[in-house]
């Protein structure tokens, strides 16, 4: 069986740090990325890395601020959340994409999914 299983989600304030991680078993992904949705809003791309081209991508609103890693002997990706604003208030989904998807943004390239972490961010 597949298992994505995100853990780190919280309460912040406002300037805050948090690190998402989710841990996947049961299959290979080629590329791991995060979504996220906000209160009353769709689900939306945030940030995906490639196991082969080890090259990342971010929605504009995260870049300077987000960081997506992966640590391949652990199967397991993290998101690094610096700065936090209360506009990153959201449910956060870890995400797989098995090969040979490439480095994807759409949320229809993505096969499995995790249950999702809530952030808060107060102002």
């Known amino acids: 069986q597949v298992h994505l299983v995100e853990s780190g989600g919280g309460l912040v304030q406002a300037g805050d740090s948090l690190r998402l991680s989710c841990a996947a078993s049961?299959?290979?992904?080629?590329?791991m990325g995060w979504f996220r949705q906000p209160p009353g809003k769709e689900r939306e791309f945030v940030a995906a890395?490639?196991?082969?081209?080890?090259?990342?991508v971010y929605t504009e609103s995260v870049k300077g601020r987000f960081t997506i890693s992966r640590d391949n002997a652990e199967n397991t990706v993290y998101l690094q959340m610096d700065s936090l604003k209360p506009e990153d208030t959201a449910v956060y989904y870890c995400?797989?994409?098995?090969?040979?998807?490439?480095?994807?943004?759409?949320?229809?390239?993505?096969?499995?999914w995790g249950q999702g972490t809530q952030v808060t961010v107060s102002s």
């Open positions: 890395f490639n196991y082969f081209s080890k090259n990342t």
């Open positions: 049961g299959r290979f992904f080629s590329t």
């Open positions: 995400a797989g994409a098995p090969p040979p998807k490439g480095l994807v943004i759409s949320s229809d390239d993505y096969e499995f």
